[in-house]
């Protein structure tokens, strides 16, 4: 807490002693709330923490409503500030607490567990004016439970070996039909072009840009080895909140946004469904045990729990799909770095995106209005695309939030109602890790993972 009201007594942007943030959030409703955070403020700055708890919870109830109160595109970002602001005070709270004894210990890294996760949903839904003590809350805590869990480790047994995500077992995925039969529709594989070579051939082309598959271009970085290990993304990453996508894909009814922790994430719906026995990072070294009370389960006639699971993430597989994960973590962030290709043109890069999931799952046919990278850091994907010249074949959506998106499952097409779709010319790849694919805007890409897969995406303009 003392690290927080030092950060907020700073003067300048981004700490309260910078009286615009107070006026703006004054002028769009927020002026009810003055006295809480004076409350609030007060508490941290006395290190009162049980005084703290209140009043910053309440204001983050009523920032919470603000945000959830319509479109996101029409809340203010003064509001957005303010929920920052106030996911930082009740983070201040929860963590702070006495440390001494194995019960006190577990009980703080609890405290920090929490106030980690109010961090991760201040990076994703609050403004920029607090993100620098955002960022900065969030590596504190994270160092915290990296020195707890330093600490335990010594004292337990030696470590399994690594769980690789490229050697999951995989499920038989379908793939389009028609995918692969046609050795003229593979797109071509070019070793690192130049840029001006990249730029003439590929994204000034004539009809609009032209795909291609790179190889060699990321063979440098971290990612392509330390990606592969579940173990080290559990360390790094384990207990950040992330949003996932639950379901068959954006499209369909069943599907839904839920928060978990990347760890718990893995654990479910990477590792279990993928076919290696429910086991996460943290569980590899009871899989002995594990194995035989499955087998006595199997002769009492019980279902064991790890293949309930299993079925389970079958059902309602998830997918950490397009989440800006990097800026969230910066120590993934450091595994890889901008391909040079993404300089080429006016406005620079303008978001990179996290792709981390299990075999099958789906990216429905759309169209993005950026150039794009997609980067295969672990595991296989299969990629269709299609030039915008014939997007009247492919159906896109006419209303709604979807107009980017084609109504024709192309996984398995109707051709009654999409008579058109099966003339419209197709090229296709399936990437490797170490490959990357580039997309010009418009053109319209289906995406599908052949077995667990971990990409990054680059899209500037």
Known sequence: MQLLAARLLAPGAGGLSDAVFAGDWAAVGGRQCLGFLARALASVFTGDAAALALPAQALQDVCWEQLHSGHWSSVDVAWRDAYALSTLLVAAATADGPIGGEAAAAAHEARLEAALRQMDLAAMMGGPRFREHVDAAAAAAEAALAAERERRAAADAPAAAPLLL???????????????????????????????????????????????????????????????????????????????????????????????????????????????????????????????????????????????????????????????????????????????????GEDGLRSVNAWLGPAGTVTPLHQDPYHNLL?????????????????????????????????????????????????????????QAGDMLYIPPKWWHYVTAVTASFSCSFWWS
Not at 310 to 338: M, V, W
Not at 378 to 398: E, I
Not at 403 to 421: K, L, W
């Open 166 to 344: 490229s050697q999951l077992p995989a499920p038989p995925v379908a793939l389009p039909p028609g995918a692969l039969a046609d050795p003229l529709r593979i797109l071509p594989v070019v070793e690192p072009p130049s840029l001006e070579a990249f730029m003439l051939e590929y994204m000034l082309a004539p009809g609009g840009g032209r795909p291609v598959v790179i190889r060699g271009a990321i063979e440098s970085w971290p990612a392509l080895t330390r990606w592969q290990d579940a173990a080290y993304l559990e360390r790094v990453a384990g207990r950040r909140t992330v949003p996932v996508e639950v379901g068959e894909h954006y499209l369909r009814d069943d599907w839904g946004t839920e928060l978990m922790t990347l760890g718990d994430f893995l654990r479910r719906h990477v590792i279990g469904p993928a076919g290696a026995g429910g086991r996460g990072p943290d569980q590899q070294q009871s899989a002995a045990g594990g194995q035989q009370q499955q087998q006595q389960q199997r002769a009492a006639g019980e279902q064991p729990a790890g293949a309930a699971a299993g079925q389970r993430g079958q059902q309602r597989r998830g997918y950490l799909a397009q989440h800006e994960l990097f800026s969230q973590i910066p120590a993934l962030a450091a595994d890889i770095a901008a391909p040079d290709y993404t300089a080429l």
């Open 375 to 431: 980067a295969q850091v672990v595991g296989r994907k299969y990629v269709r695309v299609v030039s915008p010249a014939h997007t009247a074949a492919l159906y896109p959506h006419a209303g709604g939030m979807h107009t980017n998106t084609s109504r024709v499952d192309a996984g398995a097409p109707d051709a009654a109602r999409f008579p058109d779709y099966a003339a419209a010319p197709f090229w296709e790849c399936v990437l």
